[in-house]
């Protein structure tokens, strides 16, 4: 007696097997042969994380074909077994010094206050396999910038709030200038505070405290340096174009080089953690403002040897 039904599903053991071998060959060769040498995690989409994460895989490679490079957003996982991860801006950096992986980890586009206030809630051993590239700039950079600007006597205005209190130290080590330190009463209007630092000095050196320098404060801090005829050395090229006579400044291409740089450091055996501002930079200057103002500017190029800047456009 014959059983059809059984010779059917006898009949169809063999395309099955073919069909789920097909299948396991299909994942195999979708999945990574082994894990990644350096992952890459991006605080979210934005075009800029996107350009950094492309430059830096692509100096990668070119330094060292070998390796593996994978990129994820953030709340995404990354690959186990990771030589190196790299975390791309301030919400990236938390997730991943958060983790508490054993994998060295090297942030970049992390403002220095933060990232002082994210390792703060560490213990030293995690601390230790964790590198970071700040975004801000040095202040004894924007020091030497405003040296070369402006002729002695210097008697330079900073303002500190809370989050950029621990400045002080820095600043007032300074050489060539006096530095005059006020800290801002959170309580008490901030116009009124710096007119009673620009009383005291010729110019004022802003420094990356959100508390003290933001969209709301801007304008209204550069009008009152301009109507005290006093120049302001900013951090960034925004500011600049605000209306500061100066800035040191890195972008995109200045971050990503010397980011690529670290991370193969750090890929050697024994290499220890770094924690640094920027390496590479330019300056911007507003010479309308410097006309305003009755300031000579020195010519780009000279200023830049004289500092150490580098052009993006040469990266």
């Known amino acids: 007696m014959s059983h059809p039904a059984a010779i059917s599903a006898t009949a169809r053991r063999p395309a099955l097997r073919r069909w789920l071998l097909a299948g396991l060959a299909l994942l195999l060769a979708a999945a990574p042969l082994h894990a990644a040498d350096v992952g890459i995690l991006l605080s979210d989409e934005a075009p800029l994380y996107r350009q ?52 060295p980890l090297l942030v970049t586009l992390i403002p220095r206050a933060t990232f002082r206030e994210l390792a703060q809630r560490l213990t030293p051993k995690a601390t230790r396999r964790i590198s970071a590239l700040y975004i801000d700039q040095p202040p004894r950079r924007s020091l030497a910038l405003l040296e070369a600007l402006l002729p002695p006597p210097r008697r330079v205005g900073v303002l500190v709030g809370p989050r950029s209190r621990y400045l002080v130290p820095e600043l007032e080590s300074a050489a060539g200038t006096q530095v005059i330190v006020q800290a801002a009463d959170p309580a008490a209007p901030l116009i009124d505070q710096l007119e009673r630092l620009l009383d005291r000095t010729d110019s004022l050196l802003a420094v990356p405290d959100p508390e003290l320098y933001n969209r709301e404060t801007l304008k209204p801090i550069l009008l009152t340096t301009f109507r005290y005829r006093q120049p302001l050395i900013g951090f960034s090229r925004a500011y600049v174009r605000a209306g500061a006579l100066a800035a040191p400044y890195s972008a995109p291409g200045h971050l990503a080089r010397d980011a690529a740089e670290t991370a193969l450091a750090l890929l050697e055996p024994g290499a220890r953690a770094v924690v640094r501002a920027p390496a590479y930079f330019d300056i911007a200057l507003n010479r309308q403002v410097a006309r305003s103002l009755g ?12 500092l150490g800047a580098i052009p993006e456009e040469t990266l």
């Open 52 to 103: 950094l994460a492309r430059d830096i895989g692509k100096r990668l490679r070119a330094a060292r074909p070998d390796l593996a490079i994978e990129v994820r957003v953030r709340n995404g996982v990354l690959a186990q077994g990771a030589r190196l991860n790299i975390a791309i801006g301030t919400r990236a950096g938390a997730q991943m010094m958060a983790a508490g992986t054993e994998t």
């Open 295 to 306: 300031i000579r500017l020195p010519d780009i190029d000279d200023l830049r040897a004289r």
